[in-house]
């Protein structure tokens, strides 16, 4: 059982395909939770009204809005049910793979951009980094119930799988070229390290190229979900999708 905590995320758990257990209402809160309970209903998803205290004892940062929702584990996915995700839109693949990210709330924010902008999914190691939790799950707004995430043993070797099925690999890195100069219309990955020590050595000579960020102020760099949702956002205002919607 994961628990989903927030009204936002829970919002989006009953929207989704999540399979939703019980919906817990603080009591204190009822009158302001009206569409959650609509939602749930609607669901035929059971709703207990229970004390802040209950609440408090299960949420994992402790920022419930007096709202949490029980679910069944998250369901990993594969990396092809990302490239088939692309193929059902019609879409050139766009995959993110996160090098390390070891910050829940990092995760969960590159999660919402990329879901946000029109990725198709993201894909994160099984150790050494952040893992999807009730954390990631706010801190994404929801978005991992919409998101195919996919979790590999080996980012290197996942490379090699993705370029074996005609993916162009791209690696964040100060040293890179300029992201405006790029072009980005072919399928394609694109790899975030962490913020300290940024895309590991192995992992950036499988790229087939880096890009950066142009940078005019003193600071020399963003987080890694904000350079994640400049990229990202760079990388799809390229490809017209929202134009060719619009």
């Known amino acids: 059982m994961r ?4 009204r936002n995320p829970v919002i989006e758990a009953l929207r989704s395909d999540a399979q939703i257990d019980t919906i817990l209402i603080s009591r204190e809160t009822q009158g302001s939770l009206k569409k959650i309970i609509e939602l749930a209903k609607a669901k035929n998803v059971r709703v207990k009204n229970v004390d802040k205290t209950t609440l408090d004892r299960l949420s994992e940062n402790k920022r419930h809005q007096g709202v949490i929702a029980e679910a069944m584990e998250y369901e990993y996915k594969e990396i092809d049910d990302i490239l088939d995700y692309a193929k059902t839109r019609g879409e050139v693949p766009f995959v993110i793979i996160l090098d390390e990210i070891t910050d ?22 099984k ?3 952040a893992q999807i939790n009730g954390v990631v799950a ?5 978005a991992i119930e919409y998101l195919p995430v996919a979790r590999v043993t080996n980012i290197s ?3 090699e ?12 890195d100060m040293n890179g070229k300029n992201i405006n100069e790029e072009k980005f219309d072919v399928p394609m ?39 994640a949702s400049i990229i990202i956002y760079e990388i799809m205002k390229q490809r017209g999708i ?3 919607q619009n």
């Open 127 to 129: 150790r050494r980094a």
């Open 242 to 244: 929202w134009n060719a």
């Open 189 to 227: 990955a694109l790899v975030i390290g962490s913020e300290g020590s940024g895309i590991g050595r192995l992992v950036k000579e499988k790229c087939d190229s880096l890009v950066k960020i142009p940078m005019k102020g003193n600071v020399g760099s963003l987080n890694a979900s904000c350079a």
């Open 104 to 125: 829940v709330h990092n995760l969960g924010a590159i999660i919402r951009s990329a879901e946000c902008l029109g990725a198709h999914g993201v894909i994160i190691t």
């Open 161 to 172: 799988e993705l370029k074996e099925k005609g993916l162009w690999i791209y690696g964040a």
């Open 3 to 6: 628990i989903i905590e927030g």
């Open 138 to 142: 706010k801190s994404s707004a929801g």
């Open 157 to 159: 070797q996942t490379i």
